[in-house]
């Protein structure tokens, strides 16, 4: 089993920036891909970022160009860096890593960090 836990999230004011930071442990076999989706409230969830391991990244369009995604194989970790934050980007936001075993793939989620963007 692997565990996934999130920090970072937290309150802002528009135009600001926080951090989020994701680390998987337990029985990890070999990692693939990491990255975040969010949820806002009375939304589905949609995909932030993600990120291969060879660190290729794929963002969504409404985040591109104030968010980046970034990842350390060692630590078995991903990063979201978010720039210019706007209040549309209030969600909880919520890691996923996938956790690839021969040629079968597992995707595990984290419990979710609040992201507010708010005067």
């Known amino acids: 089993q692997v565990q996934v836990g999130e920090s970072g999230g937290g309150l802002v004011q528009p135009g600001g920036s926080l951090r989020l930071s994701c680390a998987a442990s337990?029985?990890?076999?070999?990692?693939?891909?990491m990255g975040w989706y969010r949820q806002a409230p009375g939304k589905q969830r949609e995909l932030v970022a993600v990120?291969?391991?060879?660190?290729?990244?794929t963002y969504a369009d409404s985040v591109k160009g104030r968010f980046t995604i970034s990842r350390d194989n060692a630590k078995s970790t991903v990063y979201l860096q978010m720039n210019s934050l706007k209040p549309e980007d209030t969600a909880v936001y919520y890691c996923?890593?996938?956790?690839?075993?021969?040629?079968?793939?597992?995707?595990?989620w984290g419990q979710g960090t609040q992201v507010t963007v708010s005067l």
């Open positions: 996923l890593v996938d956790d690839q075993i021969k040629i079968a793939t597992r995707r595990y």
């Open positions: 337990g029985s990890i076999a070999s990692i693939d891909a």
């Open positions: 990120i291969t391991r060879a660190g290729s990244p």
